[in-house]
Structure formats: structure tokens, C-alpha cells
């Protein structure tokens, strides 16, 4: 099975400022991975799928990178609503789709 | 746009069989292009893929829970079920159904949170 371990665990940014979270798997996902948000009490929202590509909807400050085993999301400008829980996940090795520990925003 | 909405009970007792139904509306179980999937968050936790089933019966589940688990469809009613038997205190958690496209998880219902308790 892929482990994919997301750091930091936390995160503690101000609105404005320029978020960069990571997410490393236990072997090549090639760019079969996803970046999801989650905030309290709701479901996850898909943002970015194999590992660039914008969900419908996702607002242009969402951008995410990377191939292989090491990749990065990106939010180039916070605003209040960004702050949230991020999770990624892979689906090279697909079933099961492994995700990550989960990577909390908060607010500094 | 399509929609999912999970129903069935929020408390279980330790041993028994955890079942729940997701209805789906705005698209049909029965596409070819989907696949309808289980993932479930215990309180304050991560999320965990249970298993899905594609329109044609077929399934696939988390190995660390497939002897437990069971997915079915009901075409006629555009609804997809979970069982999940000799329930203990750790599948306590929010149970999500969603729509899946080979591991994109797009779309999801809003949750229903399952106690395990006597």
C-alpha cells in the first residue's frame, strides 16, 4: 500500500500570505494525485486532481505541482475561507485510494 | 449537478451489522463512467476508503476491511448500500458516499456520522 505523509501537521498563516503544503508518497504516484479541503462539519471538496489540474469551480488560486513522490499545493493569497483541513491522495495504486494524514490551516 | 444523501441509523450496537443507503439524484447508478464509493472519518481523524461498486455489480474494497464489508446497487431506485458487520467502537465515525471517476472523488454526500455503542 502508498503511504503518503503531508507536512507540516500544521500550518499557521495570516490572510494574504502564501501558503505551501507538501505531501511525499512511499513510491512513484507518477501525477496521479489529489488535493482535497475539508472544513468542520462538511464534506471534502475536491480542488486539484492529478496533481495539477483545477477542480470545476476552484478558485485560480489553488494551484498544485509536483510528480513521482513529491508534490505541493499552493495558495497564493489566503483568504478567510482557505483555512481549513487540506488532504491529499493518490490513485496510481488504485483501489485502495490512500490518503494522506490531513495538513491543518490556520489562522496566525 | 449530482447529489448523494446517506440515511440509515446513527447508533449501532458492538457486534452487529452497520447499513446504510445512499441515495443518488441528478445522475444514475447505473453510468458506465462512475463509480460509487464508501469512505468514512472517525471523529477528529483522517479519512479512510471503504470500497466501491461499479454499475455492472462489480466491487472492490479496502483490504483492511474486506471481510466485513459489502457494497450493493439498486438500480431501480438509484440508490448504493454499505454493510458492515461485527461492528466494534473504532468504525465509529462519519460515513461519506461519493461519486468516483478511476479514483477523482468529485462529488460527496454530506456525511452521517455512526456511533458504535451498546
Known amino acids: 500500500e502508498i503511504v503518503l505523509t503531508q507536512s507540516p501537521a500544521t500550518l499557521s498563516l495570516s490572510p494574504g500570505e502564501r501558503a505551501t503544503l507538501s505531501c511525499r508518497a512511499s513510491?512513484?504516484?507518477?501525477?496521479?494525485l489529489a488535493w482535497y479541503q475539508q472544513k468542520p462539519g462538511q464534506a471534502p471538496r475536491l480542488l486539484i486532481y492529478?496533481?495539477?489540474n483545477r477542480a470545476t469551480g476552484i478558485p485560480a488560486r489553488f494551484s498544485g505541482s509536483g510528480s513521482g513522490t513529491d508534490f505541493t499545493l499552493t495558495i497564493s493569497s489566503l483568504e478567510p475561507e482557505d483555512f481549513a483541513v487540506y488532504y491529499c491522495?493518490?490513485?496510481?495504486?488504485?483501489?485502495?485510494?490512500?490518503f494522506g494524514q490531513g495538513t491543518r490551516l490556520e489562522i496566525k | 449537478q449530482v447529489q448523494l444523501q446517506e440515511s440509515g441509523p446513527g447508533l449501532v450496537k458492538p457486534s452487529e451489522t452497520l447499513s446504510l443507503t445512499c441515495t443518488v439524484s441528478g445522475g444514475s447508478v447505473s453510468s458506465g463512467s462512475y463509480y460509487w464509493s464508501w469512505i468514512r472519518q472517525p471523529p477528529g481523524k483522517g479519512l479512510e476508503w471503504i470500497g466501491y461498486?461499479?454499475?455492472?455489480?462489480?466491487?472492490n474494497y479496502n483490504p483492511s476491511l474486506k471481510s466485513r464489508v459489502t457494497i450493493s446497487v439498486d438500480t431501480s431506485k438509484n440508490q448504493f448500500s454499505l454493510k458492515l458487520s461485527s461492528v466494534t467502537a473504532a468504525d465509529t465515525a462519519v460515513y461519506y458516499c461519493?461519486?468516483?471517476?478511476?479514483?477523482?472523488?468529485?462529488?460527496w454526500g454530506q456525511g452521517t456520522l455512526v456511533t458504535v455503542s451498546s
Open positions: 513510491q512513484s504516484v507518477s501525477s496521479y
Open positions: 461519493a461519486r468516483d471517476h478511476g479514483g477523482i472523488t468529485a462529488d
Open positions: 492529478d496533481a495539477s
Open positions: 461498486i461499479y454499475y455492472s455489480g462489480s466491487t
Open positions: 491522495q493518490q490513485r496510481s495504486n488504485w483501489p485502495p485510494g490512500t
